[in-house]
């Protein structure tokens, strides 16, 4: 098919084939840019369900929006071929990159960071992928990833194209409940995830063998060999995120996406700070800095990298810049993280939306309190703030604590502003902890509101 023209597209050249279809790259003469057209292979060319999987493929990942998503442009029935025209990648797999070279360990995060906020994004959708694996994980050469092939993806509530007696997805990426014909939802495709990172930590997959059923039998009743004894100097907490994420038993892994997104940005920032630990040893600590950082600054970390790339990257008339700092606990309760983490995540989230302010990127937070560890040392959170905030050009801070009471959850928030220090009450509430839900609502609008009106008025001045 090299040079023919099909629509409005010219093929260039082969990049792939799998079971299912054959992608090309092409030039898009329409709109004039470069674009990748998946057709169906010829084995597959005669099957009524492989044509409905191209079709289901389009919708699925035309449903979903995300940086760490291929995009799909249209689907196109021209020539007698029916096929998809999808965003070009240039780069390499995640299996070609992971047998190439041991990655070190902040590499390992970065890519797997990127590829689960794109899943997390997929299964809020509603959609599993059920084909996670490293071949369908895309590099760029500036270091985006990109997941790609929905084709078996499934979205909740809707029909499967496929036969019930058929197992789909590749047999070394497979959950147990998957390798069975079981039923699956999002928590195989953080199973799938975990093999992945198996093999971007050790260069293979965790269960393997010359037949199919062998590798099934391995899934179903034995425990992959330990990272740590494949590859030595990687961090012990990168082990542990692996076995939850393949936790035989659905209900022991990872209840969602953004619950391992949280482990794993929770061990990046550790090893941006310099305290990861690898083989059991602890590398030095902040000091006083180390606690606030690690525990309720934990939060700073888990926002999706989304929030950063679309702040970056959208036009806007922003009159001020804010950093949002992490929420303290005032009185440290390890069942009480949840708090510190969701609520920093969502408030980033939330207020990178305003066009009237532009949210400081979470990676130069980090990089600005590890540059003040030296100095923190007994001084309190809005001087910290302020320190930070003015090495990164931030108009105002955005602080805040939570204290737990039996069965009440007290919360305050506030802003500082950085050239005055002038400090703005936000918030300051008690809420019964039965209900966190309504009390996450109702401390990021109440706080989210507060901002914006500020902001407003200063930009009416």
């Not at 790259?25 to 409905?52: C, H, I, P, Q, W």
Request: glycine residues 8%; charged residues 25%; hydrophobic residues 40%.
């Amino acid at each position: 098919m090299i040079g023919q023209s099909i629509s409005h597209f010219t093929i260039l050249e082969k990049l792939g084939e799998g079971g299912m279809g054959v992608v090309y790259k092409a030039a898009d003469l329409k709109l004039e840019r470069t674009v990748a057209l998946k057709f169906l292979s010829d084995e597959a060319l005669g099957s009524d369900d492989m044509k409905v999987r191209l079709v289901q493929e389009a919708k699925s990942a035309a449903a979903l929006d995300h940086p760490n998503i291929c995009t799909i442009y249209e689907i196109i029935d021209a020539g007698g071929h029916t096929f998809i025209s999808m965003a070009y990648l240039e780069g390499r797999t995640l299996r070609e990159i992971a047998a190439e070279r041991p990655l070190p360990a902040e590499k390992i995060l970065d890519i797997t960071i990127q590829a689960t906020a794109g899943l997390d994004h997929a299964h809020a959708k509603g959609f599993v992928h059920r084909d996670v694996k490293s071949a369908n994980i895309m590099v760029a050469p500036g270091g985006r990833v990109t997941i790609t092939d929905f084709g078996l993806a499934k979205q909740k509530g809707k029909a499967d194209v496929s036969r019930e007696s058929t197992t789909v997805g590749t047999i070394a990426y497979m959950s147990p409940e998957q390798t069975k014909g079981d039923d699956v939802d999002h928590r195989s495709d953080i199973w799938s995830l975990g093999v992945v990172l198996y093999e971007l930590a050790t260069g293979t997959v965790p269960f393997s063998g010359n037949y199919e059923q062998a590798i099934i039998y391995s899934i179903l009743n034995t425990e992959p060999e330990p990272i740590s004894a494949r590859r030595s100097g990687l961090p012990t907490e990168l082990e542990h995120i692996v076995m939850k994420a393949m936790a035989k038993d659905p209900d022991a892994r990872y209840p969602s996406a953004s619950d391992m997104l949280a482990e794993l940005k929770a061990l990046q920032l550790k090893l941006v700070a310099g305290v990861g630990s690898a083989g059991g040893q602890n590398k030095a600590h902040f000091g006083a800095l180390t606690g606030w950082l690690l525990g309720a600054a934990l939060a700073i970390t888990l926002t999706f990298q989304t929030v950063g790339f679309f702040s970056r990257d959208r036009e806007v008339a922003a009159v001020e810049s804010i950093a949002v700092f992490p929420f303290e606990s005032i009185r440290a309760n390890p069942d009480d993280d949840w708090l510190a983490r969701d609520l920093a995540e969502v408030l980033t989230y939330r207020l990178s939306e305003l066009p009237t302010i532009r949210v400081i990127d979470r990676l130069q937070i980090v990089r600005a309190l590890e540059q003040l560890q030296t100095e923190v040392a007994g001084v309190g959170i809005e001087t910290i703030s302020l320190r930070a905030s003015g090495d990164l050009s931030a108009t105002l801070s955005l602080v805040g604590s939570y204290r737990t009471y039996g069965d009440s959850i007290r919360v305050t928030a506030r802003l500082v502003e950085t050239e005055t220090a002038a400090v703005l009450p936000l918030l300051q509430e008690t809420y019964p902890r039965s209900d966190v839900t309504a009390m996450q609502t109702d401390v990021v609008g109440r706080i989210v509101r507060r901002v914006q009106d500020r902001t407003r008025e200063r930009s009416s001045e």
